[in-house]
């Protein structure tokens, strides 16, 4: 398996404008989890889902945000409109629940900056 | 979840053990132990996890203290390749991994 895939991986844009997030997860894994990293803030959890559904999205910063999985290989992390504090990696990761460890297999991030 | 306290940072010199701890003295009788790394630039990798019982697989060795208050990431033989932000997190599942600030690892040749 290729592992969890993201695009783009580098995204700069100006502020106010919308900006779109892609993630594929592992195929066959069951969760789906948008993180932000920031040097001020660390690794924060911003959302995760379970079979397409969102279950916890306390993380998400305010309503600018929003996150989609309408399916099972496919999710999107829309910011809109963006402002200049969205810049940060933002990862994807996911996991199996049947799996031996649970563990979350992340991506490689897409760096954005908002100017 | 309970929190965590590890060092900000630490030194290893390359071919030897490496030795990471891990206070949680707050944890709970059914919160696991996890550890995570974060290599520059890349999304953070799983390295191990566990309950009560010391576990070991092929990239590390977990010491878990008898009252589970603290514990300990063996690296075996450290290598360069294992620089890296090594986290430690105690939750209940993996769904809610809090990552910290964690422990900035350097193998020094």
């Known amino acids: ?115 | 979840d309970a929190k965590t306290t590890q060092p900000p940072s630490m030194d290893c010199a390359e071919g030897r053990a490496a030795n990471l701890p891990c206070n949680h003295s707050t944890i709970s009788g059914n919160e696991y132990v996890y550890w995570y790394r974060q290599i520059h630039s890349q999304g953070p990798q799983y390295i191990i996890h566990g309950l009560k019982n010391n576990e070991t697989n092929e990239m590390a060795s977990l010491i878990i203290t008898e009252d589970r208050k603290s514990s300990t990431l063996i690296l075996p033989h450290a290598t360069l390749r294992d620089t890296a932000v090594y986290y430690c997190i105690v939750s209940y599942g993996n769904n809610r991994l809090a990552f910290g600030k964690g422990n900035q690892v350097v193998v020094i040749p």
């Not at chain 1, 290729?2 to 997860?25: D, F, N």
């Not at chain 1, 001020?40 to 999205?57: A, H, K, S, T, W």
């Open chain 1, 1 to 115: 398996d290729a592992g969890v895939i993201q695009s783009p991986r580098h995204e700069v844009t100006e502020m106010g404008q919308e900006v779109t997030l892609r993630c594929k997860p592992i195929s066959g894994h069951d969760y789906l989890f948008w993180y932000r990293q920031t040097m001020m803030r660390g690794l924060e959890l911003l959302i995760y889902f379970n079979n397409n559904v969102p279950i916890d999205d306390s993380g998400m910063p305010e309503d600018r945000f929003s996150a989609k999985m309408p399916n099972a290989s496919f999710s999107t992390l829309k910011i809109q409109p963006s402002e200049p504090r969205d810049s940060a990696v933002y990862f994807c990761a996911s996991s199996y629940s049947r799996g031996k460890n649970y563990e979350q297999y992340f991506g490689p991030g897409t760096r954005l900056t908002v100017t």
